[in-house]
């Protein structure tokens, strides 16, 4: 017999949803930036670059939730592997969503270019002023950014993988519904 998953605690819910929400429009702002020209590139990295930072605070505040709260134990009936791939998805989501705010405002302390949270206040650089440092961060957030959507998607595979066939109630654990 299958024993229940249980729920995660409403803050890291209210986290989880928060910050997917904050991921999934930082990653077509970033490509709408990619893709647009004068003026609205400009306001567009004007939302690029606070939301950058509010995501990498975020993902602290969940990682150090993390480490004080238990999280549910996932299903005794999911296999080793799935198991395995579970945990590393989640390494590998919290090094994305910490590391690539990082880069990018190292890259953009390297391009001299200030990170406005709001008008009147920037946060201080990170890293000195060099133009080739500049050039190889902002390649490296861009493929750290195409990791992130691609760890995103396979999240999501994993959830409805869970919530759809598996049936076993790790999606509801997350979304608040019954887990029973």
Do not use: Q
Not at 59 to 85: Q, S
């Amino acid at each position: 017999m299958m024993r229940p998953v249980e729920r995660f605690p409403l803050f890291a819910r209210i986290l989880h949803w928060l910050m997917a929400a904050m991921i999934l429009t930082m990653l077509f702002v970033g490509i709408a930036m990619v893709a647009t020209v004068e003026p609205a590139y400009h306001r567009l990295v004007d939302l690029h670059r606070p939301l950058g930072i509010c995501i990498l605070l975020l993902a602290v505040v969940r990682l150090v939730n993390r480490w004080l709260i238990r999280v549910p134990p996932l299903p005794d009936t999911l296999p080793p592997a799935l198991r395995v791939a579970a945990r590393l998805s989640h390494v590998v989501l919290y090094a994305l969503m910490i590391g690539l705010p990082l880069v990018g405002w190292g890259m953009l302390s390297a391009g001299a270019y200030p990170v406005a949270m709001w008008p009147g206040f920037a946060l201080p650089p990170i890293l000195p002023h060099d133009p080739a440092l500049f050039a190889m961060l902002r390649h490296l957030h861009t493929w750290l950014a195409l990791a992130l959507f691609g760890v995103v998607l396979i999240h999501l595979a994993a959830a409805l993988l869970h919530g759809l066939l598996l049936r076993d109630g790790v999606l509801p654990s997350m979304t608040g519904g019954r887990t029973g």
